[in-house]
């Protein structure tokens, strides 16, 4: 698996962290890590309470969202495309799963995340309130199948990554898939994958010719591979804020 030189834009994004300053002391970085404990609460947007990491997730505990004007591009989408399946490739604890299930009971959500303390974290939000049309895939997206290495968040569970290798970090093997294996009929997807864009896009040929889904993507590559992949391919790229974007067909 190849890396990518980590680009400015997510150097920013990291800095938006309420804790990114103190991750970067040694003594605080171990008793942020050791506070860093599962625990239920009340998010911006949910109606239900959803298990998070207090250290992990701080910025939805401290600000509601970290990504407003994301979440303001999710409902104006899933009430304007009437979304009835989703994908949340990079799902971490979940959020915009829970925020389509709220806008849009009836949805069905597909999670992918390869992150073992997210999983149990998605899988104890499904369990406590019930959810149905949740599908959870224990996987991370790319081009092919098979295995690879994944560099964990040395500071939590919110930026792990196929592609970005720093010293310190911890690895283990996931399981991968390509979006084409999905059997749904997608109307809209999330992709948040730390720098492995062009990789889940590859895999998803298929169903971007023939879904013609509504795209939030991560975009983290200066030269924005994967945004102009898909203005290749009939679609229309809108920025949303530093390093966001929705992508929709012309048609």
């Known amino acids: 698996m190849r890396s990518v030189v980590v680009a400015p834009l997510r150097h920013l994004r990291g800095c938006a962290h309420p804790l990114y300053l103190l991750r970067r002391l040694g003594p605080t970085r171990a008793l942020l890590r050791s506070l860093d404990r599962p625990m239920w609460a009340q998010i911006k947007c949910l109606p239900w309470p959803v298990r998070v990491r207090l250290v992990s997730h701080m910025s939805f505990l401290v600000l509601g969202t970290p990504e407003p004007q994301v979440v303001e591009t999710f409902q104006r989408i899933v009430r304007e495309r009437n979304v009835r399946i989703f994908c949340d490739v990079g ?18 959500v597909i999670l992918l995340e390869p992150e073992p303390l997210n999983l149990e974290l998605i899988a104890a939000t499904v369990e406590r309130n019930q959810l149905q049309g949740v599908r959870v895939v ?17 500071d939590g569970a919110f930026q792990g990554s196929l592609e970005f290798v720093a010293t310190g970090r911890a690895t283990i093997d996931v399981q991968l898939m390509m979006l084409d294996d999905l059997e749904e009929r997608v109307d ?19 169903i971007v010719a023939e879904h013609r889904p509504a795209i939030v993507l991560e975009c983290l590559a200066e030269d924005m591979t994967a945004v102009r992949w898909l203005e290749d391919r009939g679609y229309e790229s809108t920025r949303i804020d530093v390093d ?8």
């Open 188 to 206: 809209l997807i999330k992709i948040d994958v730390e720098g492995h864009e062009p990789q889940v896009l590859a895999g998803a040929e298929r």
């Open 244 to 251: 966001n974007y929705l992508l929709t067909p012309r048609e």
């Open 138 to 154: 224990a996987a991370a997206a790319s081009a092919a199948g098979g295995t690879a290495v994944f560099h964990r968040d040395p």
């Open 91 to 108: 799902a971490n604890f979940g959020y915009y799963s829970w925020l389509v299930k709220a806008l849009q009971p009836a949805a069905r």
